[in-house]
Each structure stands twice: as structure tokens, then as C-alpha cells.
T-cell receptor, first 112, second 114 residues
Framework: AQSVTQLGSHVSVSEGALVLLRCNYS??????LFWYVQYPNQGLQLLLK??????LVKGINGFEAEFKKSETSFHLTKPSAHMSDAAEYFC??????????FGTGTRLLVSP | ETGVTQTPRHLVMGMTNKKSLKCEQH?????MYWYKQSAKKPLELMFV???????ENNSVPSRFSPECPNSSHLFLHLHTLQPEDSALYLC?????????????FGPGTRLLVL
């Protein structure tokens, strides 16, 4: 069975600083990996996804993530944080068959 | 309308009320999902519908009753709920495929049970 661990329920950065949100997965078969973002009082919006093509995946709003099989990781990064990036971020893993397993989320706080 | 829409966005109901949540997807997908999002807990998959047929019920209490009249619409009928059912209910849709299937989510209905 698949599982996802997101280290840190809260991450605080200053505006302009590097954003790094960690995600480690467990899967017995090659996974598909996703990052979603949830703004207050909104649903989940797809940021980016890894589907076994390039290991470095670029998403919307300047975010990117790198799939590292040896480390079973799919960390999300952004070079320079913006106030509008403050939200909750969810990592999810799937091996198909409509099963999407989510982590518990990381709340990103951005201070001026 | 584009993407996945949900109505109402907010709902307050008593434990003896009956209400329904509505979801509509405008993406041409053939699968739809209900999820429950509670504070401090991972998203919980409740129901899955493929081509209007229910393919998964994740041990959801019978006070939640889903209905999928066609591939674009999904309802969640609620009756005699409990306060612990208060949560954000999210609808999603996807295109069934071999391999990767991306799920697209609606904005959710924030439910409060008094």
C-alpha cells in the first residue's frame, strides 16, 4: 500500500526566501506523485505532477518538484516566496486505479 | 462554468435535517469522487463513481447517501447527521485511464452540523 509523509505541519519563510516543502512516499510500484495547494476556504488546486517522464517537474506559480527514487522523495520548492503563496500544500501518491493517498498537509506561512 | 463546481459553498444543518450537496464537472470526465476533509486529518475518500456506477464505498455511514445520475453530476444526500460530520466536503473528477489519472477538485462545501 502507498503512503505519504509530509515533514512539518507548518513551515515559515520570509518573502523572497526559498520555499522547501518535504514529501516522502512509500510505494511498492512506480508511483505517480502530485502536489496540490489549498487556499483558505477553497478546494484543492493541482500544482504539478510526476508521471514517470522528467524527474524535475515544473508547475504553476513558479513551483517545481524533483522525483528522487533513491530517497523516495518528491520535495516541492520555489526559489522566492511571495505573500500569495501562503496556503496549505498537500503531497499525494497514486499507483493508478483511482487510488490517491494524501499526506496530512503543510501550512506555508510567509512573512513580509 | 469551468472545472468542478459545488453548491452550496456553506451549509448549516441540525441533526434531524435532510439536505443535499451538489457537484458538477465540466471537464468531460467519467469518474467522480466525494472526499471528507476534517481538521488535523488526511483527506478521506468516501465514494467513487465510474460511468455513473458506484465502485467504492469507503465504509461510510448510511446517513450519507450518494447519487450519480450521469457522468457530470454527483450528489451527496445527508440525513440525521452527527456533529462530528462537520467538515469540508470535496468533490473531484478524473478521466479513467491506464496508469496516471489526475483528479481535479471543486471548491468544497463547508458543512456545520449543530
Amino acid at each position: 500500500a502507498q503512503s505519504v509523509t509530509q515533514l512539518g505541519s507548518h513551515v515559515s519563510v520570509s518573502e523572497g526566501a526559498l520555499v522547501l516543502l518535504r514529501c516522502n512516499y512509500s510505494s511498492s510500484v512506480p508511483p505517480y506523485l502530485f502536489w496540490y495547494v489549498q487556499y483558505p476556504n477553497q478546494g484543492l488546486q493541482l500544482l504539478l505532477k510526476y508521471t514517470s517522464a522528467a524527474t524535475l517537474v515544473k508547475g504553476i506559480n513558479g513551483f517545481e518538484a524533483e522525483f528522487k527514487k533513491s530517497e523516495t522523495s518528491f520535495h516541492l520548492t520555489k526559489p522566492s516566496a511571495h505573500m500569495s503563496d501562503a496556503a496549505e500544500y498537500f503531497c499525494a501518491v497514486s499507483t493508478g486505479f483511482q487510488k490517491l493517498v494524501f499526506g496530512t498537509g503543510t501550512r506555508l506561512l510567509v512573512s513580509p | 462554468e469551468t472545472g468542478v463546481t459545488q453548491t452550496p459553498r456553506h451549509l448549516v444543518m441540525g441533526m434531524t435535517n435532510k439536505k443535499s450537496l451538489k457537484c458538477e464537472q465540466h471537464l468531460g470526465h467519467n469518474a467522480m469522487y466525494w472526499y471528507k476533509q476534517s481538521a488535523k486529518k488526511p483527506l478521506e475518500l468516501m465514494f467513487v463513481y465510474n460511468f455513473k456506477e458506484q465502485t467504492e464505498n469507503n465504509s461510510v455511514p448510511s446517513r450519507f447517501s450518494p447519487e450519480c445520475p450521469n457522468s457530470s453530476h454527483l450528489f451527496l444526500h445527508l440525513h440525521t447527521l452527527q456533529p462530528e460530520d462537520s467538515a469540508l466536503y470535496l468533490c473531484a473528477s478524473s478521466q479513467i485511464a491506464e496508469g496516471e489519472e489526475t483528479q481535479y477538485f471543486g471548491p468544497g462545501t463547508r458543512l456545520l452540523v449543530l
